[in-house]
């Protein structure tokens, strides 16, 4: 399931709706140095997998009393990352959004689509992934961010003939009901990559 990270606000406007973690840029500080330290101190997350730069927000009516102009960013946090957040502060899906303050919802939709666009084109799984998995584990993850079944089988053969797998070698134990066990896999770089410009994704027939 593909989760955004989300904080109450605590007063006006849109006291008690949720809204991205966010806020003022400090003199001297630059976009990305400004993003990471709000989510430190707001929302304690510092173990960042990937971080970009996703839109620009400047509709006038986008706050009711002033003027904002707002870049947004994709942030990204793998899922063996499990940051203790502060009790105002929680993971929601994105299927399922609580009241959402100002044009918030709008910018993590934003955020889902660059995300499933980039999956398709790029190497990113691994801003997802653990350091090792399995290639069912991998599969859940891609499904949950695409929104649609992907075929584990499928998967493999498209990522390893970009050469964006490395086998490790090694397996995972079998679990309690037995099987073979599974191969585990890894990602060969985990910085971003264009792996194939005009690819895409698709849903199965």
């Known amino acids: ?29 630059t976009l990305e140095e400004s993003i990471r330290r709000h989510l430190a101190v707001k929302v304690d997350v510092r ?3 990937h971080l970009e ?8 009516g986008r706050h009711p009393g002033e003027w904002q102009l707002a870049t947004a960013y ?11 957040v502060p009790a105002d502060t929680a993971w929601h899906p994105l299927e399922s959004l609580p009241p959402i303050a100002f044009d918030h919802g709008r910018i993590a939709v934003a955020g889902r689509e660059r995300l499933r666009a980039k999956l398709s084109y790029t190497n990113l799984g691994f801003a997802l992934a653990p350091a090792v998995f399995t290639m069912a584990e ?3 993850l891609y499904a949950a961010a695409l929104g649609h079944d992907v075929s584990p089988t499928n998967l493999k053969r498209v990522l390893l ?12 134990p ?13 990602f060969g770089t985990r910085t971003l990559a264009i ?10 027939s």
């Open 53 to 60: 730069q996703l839109t620009t927000l400047s509709d006038p």
């Open 161 to 172: 003939r970009r050469g964006v797998l490395e086998a490790t070698g090694d397996r995972r």
């Open 174 to 186: 079998s679990g309690r009901a037995g099987g073979r066990p599974a191969e585990l896999y890894r």
């Open 195 to 204: 792996t194939d410009q005009f690819a895409v994704l698709r849903p199965p």
């Open 1 to 29: 399931m593909l989760s955004v990270l989300l904080w109450q606000r605590a007063r006006d406007p849109f006291a008690g709706a949720w809204c991205l973690p966010g806020g003022y840029l400090e003199p001297g500080e």
């Open 74 to 84: 994709l942030g990204l946090v793998r899922t063996d990352v499990d940051p203790v």
């Open 138 to 140: 991998l599969r859940d």
């Open 47 to 49: 173990d960042l997998s």
